[in-house]
């Protein structure tokens, strides 16, 4: 087989993920469709039949990063809300017998919020990884679980993304309140006779929840755009998916 139809059936191995759950597809019919440029009779192209994939990914991401991205996208749902660090969980149990435990509830809605306004910044990385996916990443994918681009992405991208979020979250966390509420609880706290220690890395622990968070939409996000034909809301989706 030369590189040509190689690169070919490689691509059209990575639709097949996203369309594994449509029964009774003839993939005989789409291979014979699938050519090399663009087409007179209507078929599609080898062009857009990757730029279909890429496409759905990047549909999925936009949408996490969305969802996610607004007021109580993070704070409002139980699934990835993100809680107090162990530390101070445990230190707002003893504070709230002295009628503290308010201070650090407000701590707790305020890291939320920090992440909230990271998670936008998330996109274009996410985008910049699809662009650089290639062919042995799609293997890769076809090979794996259902959530295998989720797991792509997140092996690719959490140093980048880390990197790139934590200067976001400590912008973010001193722009809610959460920096001066965090050091109000360990003034409060240090005050009380041998309280434990609580001083944590607020940024890290926020940028680590806040991947956490978007990478368990993304695999939520991935499943549901193999399965389910209402969520191909593009013309290009539309088109490389209606074929089938």
Known sequence: MNHRRTTCFCIFLALMIFLGGCAGTDWQRVLDQIGNGPRDDGALSL????????????VGTDRVTAQLGRQDGFNADPAIRIPLPPR??????????????????????????????????????FWQAIREMTIQDVHAIFRGPDDAATRYFERKMTPALAAAMRPVVDQSLNEVGAVRAYNQVVAQVTAIPYAPEIRTDLTGYVVEQGMAGIFHYLAQEEAAIRRNPAKRTTELLRRVFGSL
């Open 47 to 58: 062009q857009e039949i990757d730029a279909g994939l890429r496409e759905t990914l990047r």
């Open 88 to 125: 101070l969980a445990a230190a707002r149990d003893m504070a709230a017998r002295v009628g503290m435990a308010a201070l650090f509830n407000d701590l707790e809605l305020r890291l939320n919020r920090a992440a909230e306004a990271a998670t936008p910044k998330a996109k274009e990385l």
